[in-house]
């Protein structure tokens, strides 16, 4: 895995690009938990009256969550540029809104592996994930993901 004090590239993990990429950086990942931060901008497609608004903080939940299991696809250096992968979120439970963070501020979030179950098929896991602007915490929730190497 990664070591700690490297801070990587999320498009490297996930699949996602702007507008809808969450995420600006990988701060921390190892095989059970990440950190990670997403600059808020001052718009789009989740933006409404200069705040991130809910659908904004899940999906940087789940992108977030999604990047823990989703390493192990990208394991060696050469397999980043060849290996494609879809997720799913299969639920979302326990969900806290505590504020919805204003633009131009830098969103952390923070998440652990709960739960993670391999088939042949596909990773499903749980994962619980809490996002601060600064130290105010802005959302906390349970999630569940689900996902799949794409095969040529």
Known sequence: MLPEEKHIDVKSFLP?????????????????TVKTRYWIPEKGLFIRSGKLVEEGLIENLAQSCSSV???????????RDKTKLIGFISGIKKVQMHQLPASG?????????????????????TMKAKSYVASNLSIEAEINLIIQELKA
Not at 16 to 32: G, Q, S, T, Y
Not at 111 to 125: I, N
């Open 16 to 32: 996602h690009r702007n507008p809808m990429l969450m995420v600006d950086e990988v701060i921390h990942i190892d095989a059970k």
């Open 69 to 79: 299991v989703g390493q192990s696809y990208f394991v060696e250096e050469n397999q």
């Open 105 to 125: 501020t830098w969103l952390y979030t923070e998440a652990s592996l709960k739960s993670r179950l391999d088939t042949a098929e596909f990773v499903m896991c």
